[in-house]
């Protein structure tokens, strides 16, 4: 849930908060039509007002949050808090929160996807502002990675599972709309996870609609999170689709090696993940960097195919970087390579043997071909 509230005993400045919604649980005009604090245009392209979902009252927000108890905080960033819920709370002192804030309602009111959270509603009373998010119980794909809250272990299927649908999501941003939409902040902590483990893409603050027909990019200034941003954007700041495929590359490293993408307590060239995984990459030698809970328990070659596509979207330029389409093609394709495996395991254990800590089939080449049809059409089939 996003809410922005005015301290008490404060005036809300003059470039604050002002309504979002009329009566009638719709995006007021100036939303609706693209002229909103994050400065982006309509994703759908079309005008007029879009109805967001339910409006709570700000006593059934208070009940919800423990009266916005610190204790159920969930997260902060430039908007405001976020409570458990999901419930996110935006800052009215905030310029940035407000824009993020205008600009998250614009792109969720436009866009419906399996793999993107959805909005259920919100609040605005008593100048706080509020969205109401569906609730997903299994946190952020990073808290699974790290070990944290008491996550348990999360096996190499399903991190490719999750990988799949994030791409789905961000695919369907590219491709769904008009002139598609771009992330700008692609991170582990951005991708959430529902009670059956569904990746979903949340957190809409820094996206922006993509160029036109006509335009390669869109000129802005440089935002996102550090560790993950496209260093091409860092440059020219040009933005395009292809931003957000580098920073999921970067996410695909931090999927497979679980340490965080930016680390000053390790050595000078081990601090950067995107660098140092790199560097590994390019030598085929993945495997020495993977997160050691998952030795034994892969197949090599669903392994090498996954580095190949992570190396292919850090690619200096842009141009040089594969669309989201072909990244969710590809690990459909790795998926299917580890399940083949796993079959040949449960079905011929004394075919697989131990190699250097990591297990390797002896199988036909006719048996994998059988094993690994190419992935169906995915463009369509997750779109609601």
Known sequence: MKLNREEPGKKNPSTGWRPLFNVHGTVASSIANGKGGGGTQNPGGSAGSVRIGRWFTLAEIRAATNNFDDGLVIGVGGFGKVYKGEIKRANPQSQQGLAEFETEIEMLSKLRHRHLVSMIGFCEENHEMILVYEYMSN??????????????????KQRLEVCIGAARGLHYLHTGADRGVIHRDVKTTNILLDENFVAKVADFGLSRTGPGWDHTHVSTAVKGSFGYLDPEYFRRQQLTEKSDVYSFGVVLFEVVCARAVINPSLPKDEINL?????????????????????????SPESMEKYGEIAEKCLADEGKNRPTMGEVLWH???????????????????????????????????EHQEQQTSTPQSHIDEDQV
Do not use: C, K
Request: charged residues 20%; without cysteine.
């Open 139 to 156: 946190g952020t794909l990073r808290s699974h990675l790290f070990g944290s809250d008491g996550n348990p272990f999360m096996t190499w």
């Open 274 to 298: 995107a660098e140092w995984a790199m560097r590994w990459q390019r030598q085929r030698s993945l495997e020495t960097i993977i997160d050691r809970r998952l030795e034994g328990s892969y």
């Open 331 to 365: 690990l459909e394709y790795v998926l299917q390579l580890h399940e083949a495996w796993l079959q040949l395991q449960q079905a011929n254990p004394t075919e697989v043997s131990i190699s250097g800590g990591h297990q390797s089939i002896e199988a036909s080449q």
